[in-house]
């Protein structure tokens, strides 16, 4: 019968709380860097002449139907032996994150400019505003608020991905579960709160996210 | 290059084969657990309806691959006896499962009410009337998110490669460690989990085109 001991669990605890932050920000950051790709994708896919229209496509769909550990492995032991030994686990990590969140940000933000109604652009190109006043003044805005719900939806997703990082030894919460489990073999009480961790940071970014999205509604 | 693939062709196919039949019996275990879970979330009893509901909730909002770990680890610890494939395939398609019962769910909620009403008032039974009249109005909203789904699980299969399941992801892991031919076999392993999810998603539009005319 398996004995219940939580006390080795509770001891290596800032093992799990470091883990979970770390992970919040790898999210964060692949979050901002897949933002500043995806915008320029979608804006590629939606305003690009016709080769960039295409590059961008290939991108949305080729990441989109391939491994996130895939994408990890090419860039951590790949790009080394290609001669591109530029980053250590943790960059190889948020890398491959910006890469694989890019393309489905590219998706949301295109389904964001693609919501902006035609009239309001014909609006303000007829009060005189030139098109790059246009995309920053109307499209931009707009789309962003058209973007949010999906935007926390792949926040959340993100951090959920960022536990393969344990993968590449990233010292993440999944990683400090695995490293309590080996030194202290509680196996069901490490996972049992570390998936509580999980659960409650994805409930809690959750709320946040209802709360910005209410206070930024076009319609309140 | 040509020989390096010819070498190591069989064991890729070997992963490929593993990494679709795992993809398909968490599918399929996925699809059942979401049938009768969006059914509990739409008519089931209290008790029931708030079980379905808490599974729903915790299996999506934990990681696959903690879920995976969980398993694999932790069955041994109670004394049940899995092996590293069964516990993916249990892992996934518990994942799969809430996912596939919030699509469910969506999917006849969409209906009508007045379908249901109309159903009822030429006297079907509650079964029939959703055999007859929910169901096959409801397929067509669920297949297009079916389809995600199983192109999403098809990704998460390669999570199974850290339990040391040998799938396709792991197959190339150990050539690309032998033969040091990273961008070749990689370009390989993307071609082909492109290929499988591609074709997924070929075969879903398809179902789609007939049952929208059916």
Not at chain 1, 22 to 31: E, K, T, V, W
Not at chain 1, 66 to 81: E, S
Not at chain 1, 199 to 207: F, Q, S, V
Request: a positive charge; proline letters at 3%; charged letters at 15%.
């Amino acid at each position: 019968m398996y004995q219940f001991n939580w006390r080795p669990v509770f001891d290596n605890f800032d093992l799990l709380l470091k883990g979970l932050c770390l992970g919040l920000g790898i999210a964060l950051l692949a979050l901002a860097i897949g933002s500043v790709i995806g915008l320029a994708a979608a804006f590629g896919r939606t305003h690009g002449a016709r080769p960039l229209r295409l590059l961008a496509a290939a991108y949305v769909e080729l990441v989109r139907n391939i491994p996130l550990l895939l994408i990890i492995y090419f860039v951590y032991f790949g790009l080394p032996l290609l001669g591109v030994g530029l980053f250590d686990n943790l960059w190889s990590f948020v890398l491959s994150l910006a890469l694989y969140a890019g393309a489905y940000l590219t998706e949301v933000f295109r389904a964001g400019i693609e919501a902006v109604g035609k009239g309001q652009i014909e609006a303000a190109r007829a009060i005189g505003m030139t098109r790059r006043q246009v995309v920053r003044h109307v499209t931009l805005p707009l789309m962003f608020r058209v973007a949010l719900p999906a935007l926390g939806n792949t926040f959340i997703s993100l951090f959920k991905d960022t536990s393969v990082a344990s993968a590449i030894a990233v010292p993440e919460l999944t990683y400090g579960a695995i490293r309590i489990n080996v030194n202290t073999w509680r196996v069901i009480e490490v996972y049992f709160v570390a998936g509580l961790l999980y659960l409650g940071a994805c409930y809690a970014i959750a709320a946040l996210l209802r709360r910005v999205e209410r206070r930024l509604a076009i319609i309140p | 290059m040509m020989e390096l693939i010819l070498v190591s062709a069989p064991l890729i196919l070997r992963g490929l084969l593993v990494t679709v039949m795992v993809s398909a019996a968490a599918l399929l275990l996925g699809t059942l657990l979401g049938i009768g879970g969006g059914l509990s979330l739409l008519y089931g009893a209290k008790p029931l309806h708030w079980l379905a509901r808490i599974y729903v909730d915790v299996a999506r909002g934990v990681p696959q691959l903690v879920l995976i770990f969980a398993i694999f680890y932790g069955f041994p610890a109670l004394g049940l006896q899995v092996s590293a494939i069964v516990a993916g395939i249990l892992a996934l398609g518990l994942f799969c499962g809430a996912h596939m019962s919030e699509i469910v769910r969506g999917g006849v909620e969409s209906i009508a009410r007045g379908q249901t009403d109309a159903a009822r008032a030429i006297g079907l039974t509650f079964a029939l009337c959703l055999r007859h009249v929910i169901f096959p109005q409801a397929l067509r909203r669920i297949l297009p998110a079916w389809v995600n789904t199983a192109v999403e699980i098809v990704k998460s299969s390669s999570l199974v490669s850290l339990v040391s399941v040998v799938d396709l992801t792991m197959a190339i892991q150990q050539i690309v460690g032998r033969t040091r031919a990273a961008l070749l076999f990689y370009a390989v392993a993307a071609g082909l989990y492109f290929a499988v999810n591609f074709t997924l998603s070929i075969v879903g539009r398809r179902m789609e085109r007939r049952f929208a005319h059916g």
